[in-house]
């Protein structure tokens, strides 16, 4: 039966099953060290979906590739369902399943072999790791597909093959990382219900992302992370109540600093700043009242109004307020 939120946020009040104390990554190259993580600080509790939201070299990968032993850590330390990342990392392995990008099945294999073969790794006899298969072929729905090559797969069948074969070892943390990047919205839609349904059947979830739709409507919980380092984090409503009141842009003619002043001296403007192509945004207490003050604000002025939109405050929003960037600019 599928868990309620109540449910979850009782479960937190427990030992998290995934925390990690400045955590750090450093590559090194010719050209100088770059620190790709750089202090993590996470708590992940048992059955609930995390989210790891940012752009693209951001750390997010950097840092599941570390929890997932394929990356030593550069320093700090991290345990996962009471294993120590460093001093047992082969507990660690027995506890996680691990979905990467580019996953890894064979394209010239079944996708039942394919299951059948990792559960030979973690030591399955024939008749467990048989039945092990065909679970996992019917809780992910892919019956219509299983005894065909895998490059025979679309792009949905291909990403649900990876998530079983993470998942054939019953791990009590399962970390995907960006596990619909290239699906189309249909693939995508039907991803999500399967990463709800693992955490209704008790599987815990860390997955990264850079799509703000996708952590908004999956994610219990979510970190923010940017250059390596989490700017925000806590339950999407959370976040994005950081920041009362409603978002407010505009194009407008006329200088973008004067403009932005005139509107940043009025006292229903809780901040305005620029943006690149002419565009200005404001955080109002009201969008329905800010909006006609606005209006005859910029008319008393002369100033000719091209476009406005008001929205409710968006995680983009909560990356912009940390950052002063767009995640969706960034992630592009």
């Known amino acids: 039966m599928a868990s309620t939120a109540v449910e979850r946020q009782e479960t937190r ?48 990968s950097t840092t599941l590739r570390m929890l997932a032993t394929l990356l030593p850590p550069t320093g700090g330390e991290a345990s ?94 399962l970390f995907l990382d960006e596990p619909t990047t290239g699906l189309d919205p249909q693939s995508r839609a039907r991803m999500w219900d399967e990463v709800r349904s693992l955490r209704d059947h008790g599987t815990t979830v860390f997955m990264t992302t850079h799509y703000l739709e996708e952590a908004d409507a ?39 600093e004067q403009l932005v002043d005139l509107l940043r001296d009025q006292e229903f403007v809780r901040e305005a700043s620029a943006e690149d192509a002419g565009l200005v945004r404001l955080y109002v207490d009201r969008g ?12 008393g002025a002369g100033i000719e109004l091209r476009t406005i939109a008001v929205s409710r405050p968006s995680l983009d929003d909560v990356f912009l307020r940390q950052t002063g960037r767009s995640l969706r600019e960034s992630a592009e």
């Open 218 to 256: 999956l994610c219990d919980r979510l970190a923010i992370i940017d250059h390596g380092r989490i700017v925000a984090d806590g339950t999407p409503d959370e976040l994005k109540r950081q920041i009362a009141g409603d978002a407010v842009t505009l194009t407008a003619s006329g200088p973008i």
């Open 13 to 60: 009040a427990g030992a998290p099953i995934l925390e990690t104390r400045g955590l750090r990554h450093v590559f090194h190259s010719r050209r100088g060290d770059v620190e790709a993580v750089a202090g993590v600080d996470l708590r992940i509790f048992p059955g609930e979906i995390f989210g790891f939201l940012g752009p693209n070299g951001a750390g997010k």
């Open 80 to 173: 996962i369902a009471g294993h120590d990342l460093r001093r047992d990392p082969a507990g660690v392995r027995e506890s996680i399943g691990y979905v990467g990008q580019e996953g890894g099945s064979d394209p010239s294999v079944t996708g039942r072999k394919e299951l059948l073969f990792q559960a030979g790794l973690h030591g399955m006899g024939r008749a467990a790791a048989a039945k092990r298969a065909d679970d996992i072929i019917a809780r992910l729905q892919l019956e219509e597909c299983a005894d065909r090559t895998v490059k025979t797969y679309s792009g949905g069948q291909k990403r649900r093959l990876d998530i079983g074969l993470g998942l054939v070892h019953e791990p009590q943390l």
């Open 288 to 299: 329905e009242t800010a909006l006609p003050q606005i209006l005859r604000l910029l008319d």
